[in-house]
């Protein structure tokens, strides 16, 4: 066993981190929190004391212009500019984060296995940053930022220790993965190490200064000021989101307990959540952690199980249901939301609305070989993205034909003449002998996916109101995203 087997005890494994696994990070939070308490210290020394980090830099202006935190029509192309427009506490906190995801992820000797935990811990991490920000709406955009920072941080000691790798993190994450129950995590974490991830994460924070908001939240959650209940209750949602062992059940009553925090609708909150995945699918892209996407893109999936709908569909008709993901496809047009949001809240309306037990949206590849599944709404997720994962390089099949002319299909049997041809034993094997429904996503007159819609677990009879409603949705879509692309086109050229 390595040296780190030697290493025992909160203080150990927090010199440790600081100086051997994660100097760049601890000294980053350092020199920023020296300068958050040094009245003499401007915006602009702190855009000057990032500058000799070239890749830290444009990470920086690459996250300052993302939606989450641009606040004009202006480019930011400068860090002196960066830290007139975000102020100090933004782009302190965006100078950390960066430091993070660089450090974390810096490792590329780690197994296989530690490093799925690494991501999802990160990606977990970044989702309930969101969420806290969701459920502090009504407060200032300080405090939601203070709070997004302390929620992203709150597994910092866990999240260093598996990017150290080695055999110890190897030997103990396979320990973890034969737990039956949680509950035991912490006590098999402290015989390894000497200490527990949240005593480590306690001992990093007040080592590094990184700020009472943090620590409070570790060492006294229990306290009910909103800020603290809000990072509690983030951080649980998004692991439970997040965690593969999660029931619909589970994940509905984790909703519904936001709902009653909230004051809200549980369908609002669930569309609020599903902004928040989003917002944290643009955040991570724009730190650099693309690898991260998978992650909350099966997090987003999980809203979209028939189980979890179950009181909504109770009492909202198919048709009501339908207008008002329609209405609502339209209300992100006119805000600009993200394209990617803009399809899922199309697939959902598939899904629940037009009463589908199969809905998936297929990307094309940069080559136009290949579709593979982005968003999928139904049962056995994986085993559906490996068989709907299709070579479309051939034109003499029917996917690549839908793509050539754009217009959508209803096939209800694969034994008719017009479509046996053109469907390939790969295809046989994915899509429902019973019948289905294909639909383009098109921007531009450009074909870039495909809309796949089926009734294979439920046996019932696909009809032409189904194929209507089904098609209407996707053309919908495909006017709302050409909009959105044509606006920021038209956006761009005017900078």
């Excluded at 004009?72 to 506490?89: D, E, P």
């Excluded at 806290?132 to 597994?155: K, V």
Aim: overall charge neutral; aromatic content about 6%.
């Amino acid at each position: 066993m390595s040296s780190k087997s030697t290493t025992r005890g909160t203080d150990a494994w927090v010199e440790r981190i600081s100086v051997r696994e994660m100097p760049a990070l601890c000294s980053t939070v350092r020199m920023l929190e020296q300068m958050a308490n040094d009245d003499t210290a401007s915006l602009a020394n702190l855009g000057q004391s990032v500058l000799h980090d070239h890749g830290l830099t444009t990470r920086i202006l690459r996250v300052a212009n993302s939606v989450t935190y641009r606040r004009s029509g202006t480019q930011i192309t400068t860090m002196s500019r960066a830290a007139v427009l975000l102020g100090f506490n933004a782009l302190k906190h965006i100078c950390i984060t960066a430091t993070l995801v660089d450090s974390l992820l810096r490792n590329r000797e780690i197994s296989s296995g530690v490093y799925e935990r690494l991501l999802r811990l990160m990606a977990q991490s970044f989702h309930a940053g969101m969420v806290s920000r969701m459920l502090l709406d009504a407060y200032s955009e300080e405090t939601q930022e203070e709070a997004f920072i302390a929620t992203l941080l709150r597994h910092l000691g866990e999240s260093a220790f598996w990017s150290s790798g080695g055999p110890m993190a190897e030997e103990l994450d396979e320990r973890l993965r034969q737990l039956d129950s949680p509950q035991q995590e912490d006590e098999i974490v402290r015989e390894a190490l000497g200490t527990t991830f949240s005593k480590l994460t306690i001992g990093l924070a007040q080592s590094w200064n990184m700020g009472k908001l943090l620590i409070s939240s570790l060492q006294d959650p229990q306290r009910r000021t909103p800020e603290l209940q809000a990072i509690g209750q983030a951080d649980n949602f998004s692991a439970l989101m997040l965690d593969p062992r999660t029931t619909p059940a589970q994940l509905q009553q984790g909703i519904a307990t936001l709902a009653k925090t909230m004051e809200l609708d549980v369908a609002e909150v669930r569309q609020r959540l599903k902004r928040c995945n989003y917002e944290a699918v643009r955040m991570v892209s724009s730190y650099g952690a693309k690898m991260l996407t998978p992650f909350l893109d099966k997090g987003a999936n999980a809203l979209l199980q028939p189980e979890a709908e179950i009181p909504v569909e109770a009492v909202e008709s198919n048709e009501a249901l339908q207008l008002r993901m329609l209405r609502e496809l339209t209300f992100m047009t006119m805000e600009k939301a993200d394209i990617n949001l803009m399809i899922h809240t199309a697939l959902e309306g598939i899904s629940r609305g037009v009463g589908m037990d199969r809905v998936l949206v297929l990307m094309l590849s940069r080559d136009k070989k290949k579709l593979t599944p982005r968003f999928i709404a139904g049962r056995d997720g994986e085993l559906l993205r490996q068989r709907f994962t299709l070579d479309v390089s051939e034109r003499n099949n029917l996917f690549s034909q839908l793509l050539l002319n754009q217009e959508p299909v209803w096939v209800t049997s694969l034994n008719e003449p017009r479509w046996s041809p053109l469907v390939s034993p790969e295809m046989r094997a994915a899509v429902s002998h019973k019948g289905f429904l294909l639909a383009p996503i098109v921007i531009d007159q450009q074909a870039i996916g495909v809309f796949y819609a089926d009734r294979a677990d439920s046996g019932k009879v696909l009809s032409r109101d189904d194929f209507f409603s089904f098609t209407h949705f996707v053309q919908q879509t495909n006017l709302c995203l050409s909009a959105v692309v044509k606006n920021k086109e038209g956006s761009a050229a005017s900078n």
